[in-house]
């Protein structure tokens, strides 16, 4: 019998996440601050204690809580990964061959929870009585409402208007779980309002950040938490490339190429970074590509500068690929990808070269086909987000497959597209 | 630390279904042909052979085509048995320990999955090219058009109007699938005009089923399959007991009561019957118990006796739990409660008293509660249908509790609510 799945048992879900900071080609340029600390300041008085410790270390292993495991495995993990024999055969592939990761199998339908739990069970450890935060897809709305509901705490959101308003059935998935939510911009912070005098009623990822932090810089024993971009937030995906390595060991095989949708760059580094070890320690060589919108192509289109993370400049400065923290970006139904920079981390790596991009059109007509191909063939509907991912895989696949190359791809599928069937409507069925 | 979940190898997925009918307490009653043979002839006509052949065989386990297995392993099968710790703790409970069976995890999001991808591969096998169906809450309807693609089959669903209206995303999903998606009743049939005359508009299961069955037995290569009731269904859906089995004897322990919502039946039979097989063999004692709806009470309010599965009386009678065939039931949120028979199997064990019922009012107000604490405890958000045996488990833990008994519930979740968002929202927050 062929068995197409690897599993991980739940006691061989990984102790450590991996830090990838100390095998960097150079250092992590510092946060830049033009205030001269305040920001700095500011960004450390509204974090969770152990998570800004994160941010920074130089440990190469970062031991994983036994309770957090216990989170984790209560989540699902380890998740499977999956050789998509049907897929391969649709595409009449003969040498290439395709592995995808379940991070759809999540509680709320995506990658997010991993840092979600993460960041609410230190939240909780430190008194922290209350979670603030910004969301775009929703996604990760979700999976802190989630994580913050599994360790009793209070979950705050300020959701991006123009998505807040057409997906109810998320918003009643995060008041589900006791959230409070609140379309961005909002009247209730100083940056909502400023954002809303200036016009830009449909918000963005970045003015919803702006929010959130004035949000919960004002609370008692309140904290913000961040979806993606920071050190940290990467440290704790790795535990999906980690489980993935694992799994390969079990085939005795290794990935050639390595495909993750982009977007500030969480699920693609959660998957790639533990791999990326390898080819810095020059044990492996892997092809990693971003699968990007050109709604939002900061891989490819940004310049590597110090930008700000949020519209209203509350953070610091980061060093990043960015388009500007104040461009606007067209709408997309896979707005998970929709954000002005990619992390310092992924941005670093990509300018010495470890990391390629592919952007595709804002139209999605490519995209949704490539997420069907992949439900008709291996039945599991994915979100658009990931669907960014199969469609660049299934291109390098076929080029690669043409010139008769033995390759393994390794793509994730960072969520499943349950909730996101009315997007598929209007790509696919509309008339 | 701490592991809430007990997992089956792939490997370790059953190798055969259990077939109850040798060990039933008296031989099932024969269906009844009012037409002299007519109906039977009929029905085998458009029956999938194989499915025929299994429905009376007396085989006490029957074998799992390698093949097959392969399918339900790519489907995510074995699924998980969890311990419902954070919901113990919740509801404060001393002596009852809570397990939960995953059926949510399947890719369409029911237990619906495990027969319709035995249907479509004995299908596939026979030569036949078009699957056809009825559906109500849509669960079977999209777990056939999934299992129809996977073996290279067209699906038609016939689609009770009165939710093909209002869950236009599931209906994308069955056309994401590549199936043929008719609101029942509709004009293509003589039983669909026949329901309009009548006035009709809303449709019914009973009528859906005659359309399907009027449609199959007019096309070349196509057959009917039916998602509940039926011997087959319910030998195919043991899977589910069968591993559970498996997944207690790993603990070491054995359930004291076993709760599923109640419909047709498959689910209910799904995670029974196998236990049951040690209860009949006076082997094990348990507390089987059927959740249900005041809309469709069939194990309640019906009586038992001979009855059409159908609304224009294409199917010969079944001996079963009926509240008539022609009776109308008002509609609730978790429509795939909503039938007017309970299957020959259940009804029977249920006239010999091996099975309680509880029937929870239409409103259903008590069952999106239940919903509710599950989703914030234990974090997966169940189907409404699913929520019913939430309810009840919740309901017979705290009485025992309160008793200081120690027992052991098992409790199936059927399904996934990410696609009922809608009913949670009208149910729980609308104002």
Redesign the interface.
């Known amino acids: 019998?062929?068995?197409?799945?690897v599993?991980l048992?739940?006691?061989e879900l990984p102790k450590y996440w991996y830090n990838i900071l100390p095998d960097l080609p150079e250092p992590l340029p510092k946060p830049m601050d033009p205030t001269g600390g305040d920001k700095i300041r500011f960004l450390e008085e509204v974090s969770i204690p152990e998570c800004w410790r994160q941010e920074y270390t130089d440990e190469r292993f970062v031991k994983i809580p036994?309770e957090l495991?216990?989170l984790y495995?209560?989540?699902?993990r380890p998740r499977?990964l999956?050789r998509a024999v049907?897929l391969e055969k649709a595409l009449k592939l003969k040498k290439v061959k395709i592995f995808y990761k379940r991070e759809d199998?999540s509680?709320t339908?995506s990658h997010k929870v991993n840092t979600a739990l993460a960041q609410a069970y230190y939240a909780k450890k430190a008194g922290i009585e209350t979670l603030v935060t910004e969301t775009g897809a929703g996604q990760w709305g979700t999976a802190l409402s989630?994580a913050a509901?599994?360790n009793d705490l209070n979950a705050v959101v300020f959701w991006v208007r123009s998505v807040y308003t057409w997906k109810?059935?998320?918003r009643?998935?995060m008041?589900?779980?006791?959230a409070k939510v609140y379309a961005s911009p909002s009247k209730i912070t100083e940056a909502g309002r400023e954002g809303l005098k200036r016009g830009e009623k449909e918000g963005s990822l970045g003015l919803a950040i702006s929010e959130g932090l004035e949000y919960a810089s004002k609370k008692r024993n309140t904290a913000y938490a961040l979806g993606s971009v920071l050190n940290h937030v990467l440290l704790h995906q790795t535990i999906i490339g980690l489980e993935a390595k694992e799994q390969f060991n079990k085939l005795d095989m290794y990935p050639d190429i390595i495909v993750a949708c982009l977007g500030g760059g969480s699920n693609f580094g959660g998957i790639s970074l533990p791999f990326m070890m390898d080819v810095l320690n020059k044990k492996k060589k892997i092809r990693f590509v971003a699968a990007q919108s050109e709604a939002a192509p900061n891989l490819i289109k940004g310049t590597y500068r110090y930008d700000y993370g949020d519209v209203a400049e509350y953070t610091p400065k980061l060093k990043m690929y960015t388009l500007g923290h104040k461009t606007r970006m067209p709408p997309i139904m896979a707005d998970g990808l929709r954000y002005h920079a990619a992390a310092p981390i992924i941005s670093l790596l990509r300018h010495h070269g470890y990391i390629d991009a592919l952007a595709y059109p804002t139209d999605e007509k490519s995209i949704f086909q490539a997420a069907?191909l992949f439900?008709?063939t291996e039945?599991?509907?994915p979100a658009p987000e990931s669907s960014y991912a199969i469609r660049a895989t299934i291109d390098i696949a076929k080029e690669l497959d043409k010139k008769g190359e033995e390759k393994i791809i390794l793509m994730n599928i960072s969520g499943?597209g349950?909730?996101d069937?009315?997007a598929?409507?209007k790509k696919?069925?509309a008339k």
Do not use: S
């Open positions: 019998m062929f068995i197409d799945r599993e048992e739940p006691d036994d495991r216990e495995i209560h989540a699902g499977p999956y049907r199998l509680p339908g989630y509901k599994l109810r059935d998320r009643t998935f008041r589900l779980y006791g069907k439900t008709e039945g599991w509907i499943h349950f909730l069937l009315y598929y409507r696919l069925f």
